[in-house]
Each structure stands twice: as structure tokens, then as C-alpha cells.
């Protein structure tokens, strides 16, 4: 038996799934270890063998891939702990890098600018200078670039960035300064803007190339370990890495485009939520994944994630293609708190893994959304986390009544109910954010949710915003796993070619398109990707002239672009504007800016098998009845042991379905059944699930 191992490691846990030939996936969790993440690694990989009566490295024989995310390349930014790194830049515009943009993410708040990538006594310029048409109008001084690496290799860089002012029109002179570089300063990472992001927009650029940087040294030590490791072990298999594209890519391209794992931890949510869907036939989807400490929510029309080139990340710019996820600081361990003027806040401040929730026992004095949950009835004190952790319903009460209660003159109930509330209500804002704010209305939509404390407030985010159907995948708190699992071969390339729409030239376009196609097949290849299983998407940022931002809207392009093919190329641009924003200008005319290619390699996909109709009745699987709140009173509760339920059962609300990982709660007003994967599918009292899968594909 072959099998294929998801692994995400996040803040506080790392997670696994592990997928084998006709068996059902099997999920397991080991503590993440900050200070050698491997260590959690290969202690989740225990677990699986020993389920399997297994030695490790007799697991790891049969395991075909291992599917790795990780957020090392991410804490190194927001942490500031990433490599001593150099930039290299044109004469004349050594600041650019730390002046960053003049707009403000929050623009009525004071704050101060994130600490730079690069401080500025690292940052040395050249004489080189290509202008607007690519032409080289002085040559690069190759004095000022060994001048450059002098004063790193005394200032003892472990990286270096290159962006030059023009030079994704003309990369010569960058290329030239690596070859410099690496006479120069041999060993030392270099990171070049013509490779890394070779488009206009010369903050971006250079953002996303000094990222590249900062991180490149750290990921490619830890890569470096980790094959070593396995290989030593025995590994002879594949390993993946995940990308913050939604694609997967090989450790090798991983050390070159080091920025392209970062916010690629909850990049796996997408590709998981196309496959759960796709189970029903459902397109458009969109996923929520409510962890310790935060929530993200990401949005899937028609099958494809959404993906955003204005990322950011601890104040600085990625530019290159991530999916478009939105985050906010509401998880379990989101703190409640009652502001001046006797308001109820909740998070985005959070207890962590360390203390923790009041109720985990571990010196938490401040109460939490997991605590207010405990205290309303809804989780098992003695079955948390499979019984590992007993929880502590006194201090719970006594940290909501201190905190809470007491300040809004409420019971500790009430108070409980309303930071559970509170959190929805908050979560309910974010969903918004990825689906009205970008011109998408969620009752077309099936809200897929993941994490350990999401099925406990899935019910009223989708009655908040009348989402007619709910998935909750029977592996829901490893989603991002099994969604790496489910992620192909991904690269993505971008050329700048600003023009007017109607002046393009077609001859130019067409030989941009081939180049960056050529070199996607050659990447894909190099990961053993035959060449005739590779696909090959096109694409164009336009916007109106006079325009700050861009659309990115589809190209059909089958190696012969035509003239008709940029007016339809147009006529998509209007619909998406519209579709955005509201409205369309169509006899204002367009400019093209970026052209960009997407390339994917198929990997194969873990088998989650249907399930038999279940024999026996859902009575079966009852495990008893607890007092919970819903809707303002307490009602006696049947409690359900999800592993027991399976393909048919149903369930009227007021429900709750425990696993080992996740709790499921379903209002009086909702009802649950289980799919033919063993899935849950939760929807308004009395609907007809049928009906509403149809109506919900009619959308897409």
C-alpha cells in the first residue's frame, strides 16, 4: 500500500492526514515545535505508524509524497527574525524600498511603519540605468556592484536582493551583478527581481525581492535538514511544498522563490474546499477555518480560488499571486473584554497555546471564545481533544463572571452567550469582506468550514448571511492538510507590457506569452511532470486609463493570438469591472499593463471512498444528553459521537457531534445528515438538502 501524507504545521498544532490506497483518510495532531519544527514533524509521523503497527521508517517506505506547508518563511517576517540581508539598487533611488507606499491601510490610525527588511546602512546603489524602452541608456558599473559586496561580506549579509529601476525590461544588468555577487561573495543568497517578480512597480518589486531574500537562507537550511532527515530515515519518495498560490512546487524551487511560502499556511483551505464541493457538484464555495488564534475565510467561484497580486505581510508588500484570503484575529483563544462605554469586544488579542484558555488549565486568567463556549454546554470537558485534556468549567466561570459579566451587570451566562455572539458577529464581517466587498453574493454559496472551533459557530455565520447549505468535512480540523494533499504542480509568471489596449501589439504579446509558457513546461518538467499533462492558463491585468489599479481577466490563447481575441479580452474587462465595482465605463478605453501565464502539473489525489448507507440508526451513536443554551435558555441536548455516524444518518437540531479533534453544534433551527463520504451537511429545519444542492449548482 502506497500512501500520500499531508502535513501543516501551524502556530499551535501540527496537523496530518495521511491517505492510503482503499482505506479512509485517519487524521492526527502533534504539538508544533517552534524551535525545529521537525521535531513536531516526524512526531506526527510516529502516531501514524504506530496506528498502523508500523516502525517509522517502514511507514515511510510506503509512502509515495509527503505534501509539506509550513509558516517558517512567514514567523521569520512577522518575528523579524529572518536572514542579514543586503539590497542592491539604482543610483539615485536608495530609499525607495523603506519610504514603501504613501497610502495608509488604516488611514485614521497612528502607527508606526513595520521594522525594514533591510536597514538602510545595508542598502547600496549602483551606476547602471535602463530607461522605459528597455534600452540601456549608462552601463552597469561593475566597481559599485564589488564595492557592494565588500561592505556586505563585512557587514556579514546572509542574502542579498538585486532590483534594478527597469530592468524586468531589460534583465542584463541584474544578471550580471549575480554572477558578480557570486564571485564575490560565494555562498551568500541572492535574489534577483528580474526572477522574483519582473513587472512595473518598482515598490512592489522590490518588496517582494527583499522578501525573497529575508527568507531564502532560513527556508532552504530548513528544507536542507528535513530531506536529510527523511532521507536518512529511509524516504525515497516524493516531498511537496506548499505555496501561497494554492499550488505545490518541489523543495528545489521552493529555495529560489522563498516569498512564495509566505501566508501559504491556510493556502491548502482552498484546494480542499474545490474538492469537498465538487462532491456535490457545487462550484462556488466558500471555506472559513477557525483555529486557536485566527479565521480565515477565502472565497471559490466556479471551481478556481480567487487569488489577489496585494498581499501583505507585517506591513510589507508581496506582489506576487497568493490567494486571496482574508484574516482576522477571532479563534478559540480570542480574548473577551468589555471596553469603555460597557462594550462587549472580542479579540483580536488571543490567549495562544501558552497560557492558553482559562478553562485548559495552564495559568489563562482572561476568558476566551473556547471558554465561553465550555460554558455554554457546547464541548465536553472530558472528551477535549480525545480526552488529552481535561477541562476546567470553574475557573472558566469565574475568569467570564470577573472579566465580563460583573462590568455589563449580566449573568455569567449571558455574558458567555454574548461573546459567542460577538465572535459570530465578527466572523459573519469577514465572510462579507471576501464575497459582497468583490461584487459576489453568498447565498449562491456553500459555507465549507474547517479548524477545531469552527462547526461550533458555523450555524449562525450562515444564518447571519442566509447561506443555504453547510459542509463540515469529517476531516475538518486538518482541512489545510487535506487540501495540500489535493493541490497540483503550480507556477505562475508575470512580464509587464504597458499599453494601450488598442494599440497593442499582437507580434509582442504572443512572443511574451510563449516565453513565459516555455519556461513554465521547463520548471514543470524539472518536477517530473510529462509534458503532456501540463495545463497552461493565460491572462492580462487591464484597467481604465488614468486607473491606479487593475483587473485580471482571462486571454484564449492557443499560440496564435488574434485581434478579436483583445476585443473580447476587453468586453471581460467591462463584466469584471462591473462585477467589482459597479460599474463599467465601455466606450472608455482600456490599458493593458501585465500579461501572465499560470502552469499546473496534476498530482495524484487521495481517494476518500463513499460509504456504505449506514445499517444502523443514528440512535446508535448517541452517547448521552448535556444541558446547552441556544437561544436564550437551556434545553437538554443529545450528544452524538461523530465516528459512529455515517452515510444517511440524520440528525434534528438541537444536536452535538463530538470527535476527537472538532465538535459540531446544530441550533434547534438546523438539522445535520451525513453524505455518502461521511461528511456533514447542515441546513435550515425541514429543507430539502436536494433541492438546495440543485439550486445551488444552477448558480454556478
Not at 495 to 515: H, P, S, V, W
Not at 662 to 678: A, G, H, K, W, Y
Request: glycine share 10%; hydrophobic share 40%.
Amino acid at each position: 500500500m502506497k500512501y500520500r501524507i499531508g502535513v501543516d504545521v501551524g502556530g499551535t498544532f501540527t496537523d496530518f492526514l495521511v491517505s492510503g490506497e482503499g482505506k479512509a483518510a485517519r487524521v492526527y495532531k502533534s504539538s508544533t515545535t517552534p524551535e525545529n519544527p521537525a521535531i513536531g514533524f516526524f512526531a506526527g509521523l510516529e502516531q501514524a505508524a504506530r496506528d498502523e503497527q508500523l516502525s517509522l521508517q517502514a511507514l515511510l517506505d510506503r509512502v509515495a509524497t509527503v505534501v509539506h506547508g509550513t509558516t517558517i518563511t512567514t514567523n521569520a517576517v512577522l518575528t523579524s527574525t529572518g536572514a542579514k540581508t543586503g539590497f542592491i539598487t539604482t543610483k539615485g533611488f536608495r530609499d525607495v524600498l523603506n519610504m514603501r507606499r504613501g497610502l495608509k491601510e488604516g488611514q485614521f490610525k497612528r502607527y508606526a511603519p513595520p521594522p525594514p527588511l533591510v536597514p538602510r546602512h545595508l542598502i547600496c546603489v549602483v551606476e547602471e540605468r535602463v530607461t522605459v524602452t528597455g534600452a540601456i541608456e549608462r552601463p552597469l558599473v561593475e566597481e559599485d556592484v564589488r564595492a557592494a559586496a565588500r561592505h556586505f561580506r563585512q557587514e556579514k549579509v546572509e542574502a542579498v536582493a538585486v532590483s534594478y529601476l527597469w530592468s524586468f525590461l531589460n534583465p542584463k544588468h541584474e544578471l550580471r551583478t549575480r554572477e558578480i555577487l557570486e564571485e564575490e561573495l560565494p555562498g551568500v543568497y541572492v535574489s534577483l527581481s528580474v526572477e522574483i517578480l519582473p513587472q512595473i512597480r518598482v515598490y512592489e518589486r522590490h518588496s517582494t525581492t527583499a522578501l525573497n531574500a529575508y527568507c531564502g537562507p532560513i527556508l532552504t537550511r530548513y528544507l536542507s535538514r528535513l530531506e536529510e532527515e527523511l532521507k536518512r530515515r529511509g524516504y525515497a519518495g516524493q516531498l511537496l511544498i506548499m505555496q501561497s498560490n494554492g499550488g505545490v512546487m518541489s523543495p528545489q524551487v521552493a529555495q529560489r522563490f522563498a516569498s512564495n511560502t509566505l501566508l501559504s499556511g491556510p493556502a491548502g483551505a482552498s484546494g480542499a474546499g474545490v474538492f469537498y464541493g465538487a462532491t456535490h457538484g457545487l462550484r462556488n464555495v466558500i471555506t472559513i477555518d477557525m483555529g486557536g488564534t485566527s479565521f480565515d475565510v477565502a472565497l471559490v467561484k466556479d471551481g478556481r480560488p480567487t487569488v489577489t497580486t496585494d498581499g501583505s505581510i507585517g506591513g510589507h508588500r508581496i506582489a506576487s499571486p497568493i490567494l486571496d484570503i482574508h484574516t482576522i484575529g477571532a479563534g478559540g483563544g480570542s480574548i473577551a473584554r468589555v471596553e469603555t462605554g460597557e462594550l462587549l469586544a472580542v479579540g483580536p488579542a488571543s490567549a495562544g497555546a501558552q497560557p492558553g484558555p482559562v478553562c485548559y488549565g495552564r495559568g489563562g486568567t482572561l476568558p476566551t471564545v473556547t471558554d465561553a463556549d465550555f460554558v455554554l454546554g457546547y464541548l465536553d470537558g472530558d472528551a477535549f481533544h480525545g480526552g488529552q485534556l481535561k477541562l476546567d468549567l470553574a475557573g472558566a466561570k469565574r475568569s467570564i463572571e470577573e472579566h465580563v459579566a460583573k462590568p455589563l451587570g449580566l449573568g455569567v451566562t449571558e455574558a458567555a452567550d454574548g461573546v459567542y455572539q460577538v465572535i459570530n458577529a465578527n466572523m459573519a464581517a469577514a465572510l462579507n469582506v471576501v464575497s459582497v466587498q468583490r461584487g459576489y453574493d453568498p447565498r449562491e454559496f456553500v459555507l465549507i468550514v474547517a479548524g477545531g472551533a469552527g462547526p461550533i459557530h458555523a450555524a449562525p455565520i450562515a444564518r447571519d448571511l442566509e447561506i443555504p447549505l453547510v459542509l463540515i468535512p469529517r476531516e475538518s480540523s486538518v482541512f489545510c492538510a487535506a487540501g495540500m494533499l489535493i493541490s497540483d504542480l503550480q507556477h505562475d509568471y508575470v512580464r509587464t507590457y504597458a499599453r494601450d489596449l488598442d494599440k497593442a501589439d499582437i507580434g509582442q504579446i504572443t512572443r511574451l506569452l510563449k516565453e513565459m509558457a516555455a519556461s513554465a513546461r521547463k520548471t514543470l518538467v524539472e518536477e517530473d511532470v510529462a509534458k503532456n499533462r501540463i495545463s497552461i492558463g493565460y491572462s492580462a491585468d487591464l484597467r481604465y486609463i488614468g486607473q491606479f489599479n487593475e483587473v485580471e481577466v482571462p486571454i484564449e490563447f492557443d499560440g496564435n493570438l488574434k485581434r478579436e481575441e483583445l476585443n473580447r479580452l476587453a468586453d471581460r474587462f467591462h463584466a469584471r469591472h462591473d462585477a467589482l465595482y459597479g460599474y463599467a465605463m465601455k466606450g472608455a478605453p482600456a490599458e493593458l499593463i501585465n500579461l501572465r501565464v499560470t502552469a499546473r502539473g496534476p498530482t495524484p489525489k487521495p481517494k476518500f471512498p463513499r460509504s456504505a448507507r449506514a445499517k444502523m440508526p443514528a440512535s446508535k451513536a448517541l452517547i448521552g444528553r448535556r444541558e446547552a443554551y441556544f437561544g436564550g435558555k437551556w434545553i437538554k441536548t443529545p450528544v452524538y459521537d461523530g465516528l459512529k455516524l455515517a452515510n444517511g444518518h440524520r440528525l434534528a437540531g438541537p444536536a452535538i457531534v463530538q470527535q476527537p479533534t472538532t465538535t459540531i453544534i446544530v441550533p434547534p433551527d438546523f438539522d445535520l445528515r451525513c453524505d455518502e463520504f461521511n461528511n456533514y451537511l447542515m441546513y435550515a429545519k425541514g429543507a430539502n438538502v436536494s433541492a438546495l444542492i440543485q439550486q445551488l449548482r444552477r448558480g454556478t
